[in-house]
């Protein structure tokens, strides 16, 4: 955890993860997957005798229902999950979440949101200095395309290249959750180039997330945080 100061007080990052929406109709979705598993059910009951009164015969078709029903099961899983990834947006940056991994491009790294073939597009490199880019699309991810642009606009305005009535957002939409803590050990600090080599000698800027050196805290982040008046937020 890296302090602001001796005197400032710990501020806990969050950020909150967009669950993309399926881009298929979702009653065509729930339809299909009742009536898969209708007809598994339907399959299963014909096929074990002792789930069938006694005098009642097997439904010939029934590997056919239980196959049919399997598949159209799956399908309306594969419609109702499938498509594009979980992204997260915060204080860390705009993240995309595979379930196993999370890449991020922090807010100082970004170096462009924009509009482009439906979608909100933020270009930057991550925390390894890889190009990274990450799409939101406006039909299955509105509501995290919504939330990058607001960020983008308070945070690192400068890059933001997207109409004002091209996203909504939606404050309070999807679910809040919090980020792994920020690493300062080992990062160079922004103003001086100096390794950072003890968690307290750090101090992060609260709006984008650079890291100084306390011997090199400038008066103002570059991006436009004043740093002297009102010390870096501490990070959690």
């Known amino acids: 955890m890296a302090k602001a100061s001796k005197k400032g007080k710990h501020r806990q990052r969050t950020e909150r993860r ?15 997957a009742a009536a898969g598993s209708i007809a598994m059910g339907a399959g299963v009951y014909s096929q074990i005798p002792s789930l069938r009164p006694e005098d009642a015969a097997p439904i010939a078709a029934s590997p056919w229902l239980l196959g049919g029903g399997s598949v159209a099961l799956a399908v309306a899983l594969w419609f109702g999950t499938s498509g594009d ?61 919504g939330a990058i642009v607001h960020e983008a606009r308070v945070r690192v305005p400068a890059v933001v290249g997207v109409p004002e009535d091209a996203t909504t957002y939606i404050e309070g939409a999807g679910h809040a959750h919090a980020p792994e803590p920020l690493k300062v ?3 160079a600090c922004a103003a001086s180039g100096k390794s950072i080599t003890f968690e307290q000698d750090a101090r992060v800027c609260g709006r984008c997330e650079r890291v100084y050196h306390k011997a090199s805290v400038p008066a103002e982040c570059e991006c436009g945080e004043a740093l002297a008046a009102s010390p870096a937020a501490a990070t959690s």
């Open 18 to 32: 967009y669950e993309p929406q399926a881009a298929t109709n979702a009653w065509f979705t729930r339809i299909l």
């Open 85 to 145: 990834a979980v992204i997260r947006v915060g204080d860390p940056g705009v993240g995309i979440d595979d379930g196993k991994t999370v890449r991020r491009i922090a807010w100082h790294a970004v170096a462009s949101v924009s509009l482009g073939g439906g979608a909100v597009v933020v270009e930057g490199k991550d925390d390894e200095g890889k190009s990274l880019k990450i799409r939101a699309s406006l039909k299955t991810q509105a509501d995290a395309a």
């Open 185 to 187: 050990v080992g990062r």
